[in-house]
């Protein structure tokens, strides 16, 4: 027969779709199946405690800075040690599980969260933090709209966003310079936001609005309602790329074009098994970030099965541009999109004493700075980029009839991948209703590289498994199934 797909992951449909599997664990999904994930490996030595936060400025001279906050220190990337030099102006008030919120406004860096002042980082000159002037609000979020700073949830009022003057940072006397304040009267908290140079997008809690500029008025902005009843239901589970905002409401999650309105992209597929898979009491850790590179949005999270509940152990992923999913295993305190630093071949000798030493190949885009790269960091603290040995990958087929009618005798089948010694498992049942029944996993032949495995029974799926560090790019599906007659 021909070949059976490892079909798109959709675990909240039916088990006996065959278009839908509800195992693609630890693989990206692709046009005609899946691909390897790459591990974290570590790139630079550990923050001082856990990251609560992370942020990449671009210097006026196109180089980057990379930044880490935890409950009291704010700390910068030092390129040469590979270490992260603690930048406070003091020790700091964040209390978690909240955590900072970074914006670039021109040279400078500033950072903010709801128990200190604004602290303000200039890329070019500075070599620490300081309290931002003007006597800005203090505030969970913070985004740039145009040439203002817009500080979102103050603390004076979590359902509130107040600007700076124009093109000024630190000029917060409203009512001067375009310097104002909007109250929302309905929609809950403001969550967070989104800016660019035309307008912004405000999430709260139960109503997205538009912030959009009113020429040749007495205001500045005004607002509108682009959703109501639809918003945001954790801080930080948000991700923007390009001209489009994916971001995870209280009934799943959902994408936002610029000029459109919410759609749903995880109803009927992954909305129901993350919630049921989410431990709810972190809700608020949930947190999203879209990869710089491919076109992927990840959203990591605390499972019900995690033994660390301070970091996350899971990540539901999803290619916007294929419209699938998947799901990954993997420990982290946080990730977000990056960019590299940068290195001559006499800058490496201060990171590594042997070429044959460094954690990245020679020729890797990670030593090329300004490279966009998707960051995390590990259990341990540590900054790291997704370019390690690949995790091990497994992908089930969903529980098929075939043999429409009548039992089935499955005597081998072939696994088509280009991985080499993928492990191959069939499973199962006599009824939809029944448990699976998995027979022994079994390696390829060396020679012809079928897996032999007998099994009987009505319905039956395949699974197969990549083992960790193995080298492949497709997994793709099921094929050349040898079939006897069982019977009725």
């Given amino acids: 027969m021909g070949m059976i797909p490892f079909a798109e992951f959709a675990p909240d449909r039916a088990a006996y779709d065959p278009a839908y599997t509800d195992v693609a664990q630890n693989v990206l999904p692709s046009v005609t199946g899946y691909r390897p994930f790459k591990s974290l490996a570590a790139f630079s030595g550990a923050v001082s405690a856990q990251v609560y936060g992370f942020a990449a400025m671009r210097q006026s001279a196109g180089n980057y800075q990379l930044f880490a906050g935890t409950e009291t220190t704010l700390e910068k990337l030092n390129s040469s040690t590979l270490a992260w030099d603690d930048v406070s102006s003091t020790s700091y008030s964040l209390a978690a599980p909240a955590a900072w919120g970074f914006s670039q406004f021109g040279p400078y860096a500033l950072a903010c969260n709801i128990g200190d002042v604004t602290q303000v980082f200039n890329l070019d000159s500075d070599s620490a933090f300081s309290n931002l002037g003007g006597s800005p609000p203090q505030s969970r979020r913070l985004m740039v709209v145009g040439d203002f700073v817009v500080a979102m949830s103050t603390s004076t009022d979590a359902r509130s966003v107040a600007w700076s003057g124009i093109r000024k940072h630190d000029f917060w006397t409203f009512g001067q310079e375009g310097s104002d304040f909007q109250s ?37 902005f005004g607002f509108r309602k682009i959703s109501e009843g639809n918003g945001l239901v954790a801080r930080d589970a948000l991700a923007r790329i390009g001209g489009t905002t994916f971001y995870l409401d209280e009934d799943g999650f959902y994408m936002l074009p610029d000029g459109g309105i919410p759609t749903p992209i995880g109803n009927e597929r992954v909305d129901n098994y993350f919630y049921s898979d989410l431990d709810t009491d972190y809700l608020q850790n949930v947190q999203a970030t879209a990869d710089p590179i491919r076109k992927i949005v990840f959203f990591r999270y605390v499972s019900t099965s995690n033994a660390n509940a301070a970091q996350s152990d899971k990540m539901l992923v999803y290619n916007w541009a294929l419209n699938k999913w998947s799901v990954v295993d993997i420990g982290l305190s946080w990730f977000a999109a990056s960019a590299t630093t ?81 492990f191959g498992r069939i499973g199962e049942s006599e009824t939809h209703d029944a448990a699976t029944t998995w027979k022994t996993e079994v390696s390829p032949s060396t020679r012809t590289g079928m897996h032999k495995s007998r099994s009987s ?21 099921v094929s050349d199934i040898e079939l006897a007659g069982a019977g009725k």
């Fill in 184 to 220: 929302f009267p309905d929609g809950g908290d403001v969550m967070n936001g989104v800016g660019s140079q035309s307008g912004g997008i405000i999430f709260q809690e139960k109503v997205i609005r538009e912030m959009y500029f009113v020429p040749n008025s007495r205001y500045t």
């Fill in 342 to 422: 940068g290195y001559t071949l006499d800058g490496l000798d201060a990171v590594s004493a042997s070429v044959d030493a460094l954690a990245f190949s020679l020729d890797s885009r990670l030593w090329k700075g300004g490279r966009p790269v998707l960051a995390g960091f590990d259990t341990s603290n540590q900054m790291g980029f997704f370019d390690g040995a690949n995790l091990e990958g497994t992908v089930e087929t969903a529980s098929i009839e075939l043999n429409p009618g009548s039992r089935s005798m499955v005597r081998g089948f072939r696994i088509t991948t280009d991985a080499a010694g993928t």
């Fill in 457 to 477: 029974g009505r319905l039956n799926r395949f699974r197969a498994r990549v083992p960790a560090g193995t080298t492949w790019e497709h997994l793709t599906g």
